[in-house]
């Protein structure tokens, strides 16, 4: 028998547990019946007008997204307007709303962790653990198996993730050696100055501003620090999807789980 949306909803809080959410963010719930039978779960980065119509067409009853649709203040879901749209075909679809965003981050197989695994890093750990257990936390460190160039990770990187018009970018020695990886999938600027980044050869985040950037670039001329990469928020983030769906798999065998493929990075071409 299919399982209640209240159901995998239970299951996902307990692979991604609420209470190691940041406080500003808002996973969990979003939109749908607890008592509705839930048969397909499609998952994606983005609750957007495409992975919404997409689910619906799969004929999922939950689209399950890393990126919470109603993070910041919302006044109207009027149809007019993207997020009301997304509801309101998700609704109509009889497909429910689920996010699994900073509670998915700290993981043991969260989103960094993920990344950190696909580009073969070892005695990796949390670059800011958990205060109640420090297995778990945000980012991650470790080691490659061998020194490379900056140039030659960045383009192990480009094989890694899938392609955007962004591509990545690089600050610092194209031919400069480096091991020491540190990492935070989706933005990280706000990790710049932490100990564990300014200690790595290597600092790779996505959505780095001017003057953060900047500013990390002269301070590592001055004093040492990393180089950079910055890479798409939406691809390095949706490696963690097809983690997530085999969790679920394991969890609820009853369940068809399926993966948007979908590009959902906001860019759709690059000039350079």
Known sequence: MAPSLARVTEVAHTLWPLAGAEPWDAPGLLAG??????????????????????????????????????????????????????????????????AAHTNAD???????????????????????????DPALGLGRVGELAEPVTLGELARGLQRVLPATAQGIRGAGDYHA???????????????????????????????????PASE????????????????????????WLEAAAAELREALPELTVTVSELRTDPWDFALV
């Open 177 to 211: 050696e480096v091991r020491r990886v540190a990492l935070c999938a989706g933005a990280g600027d706000s990790l710049l100055a932490h100990p564990e980044v300014r200690g790595a050869d290597v600092y790779i985040t996505s959505d780095l501003r001017h003057h």
């Open 106 to 132: 700290i993981v043991a197989d969260g989103t960094s962790a993920v990344l950190a695994a696909r580009l073969g890093l070892r005695d990796v750990r949390p670059l800011v653990p958990s205060a109640s």
């Open 33 to 98: 019946d607890p008592a509705a039978e839930v048969r397909t779960v499609h998952l994606a980065v983005d609750a957007v007008l495409d992975t919404a119509d997409e689910a619906v067409e799969l004929g999922a009853q939950l689209l399950l997204v890393h990126h919470p649709l109603l993070l910041r203040g919302v006044t109207s879901i009027a149809e007019d307007r993207y997020k009301g749209a997304v509801l309101a075909r998700l609704i109509r679809g009889g497909c429910a709303l689920l």
């Open 216 to 239: 990390a670039r002269e301070e590592a001329r001055v004093a040492g620090g990393p180089a950079l990469l910055d890479v798409s928020h939406w691809a390095a983030e949706w490696l």
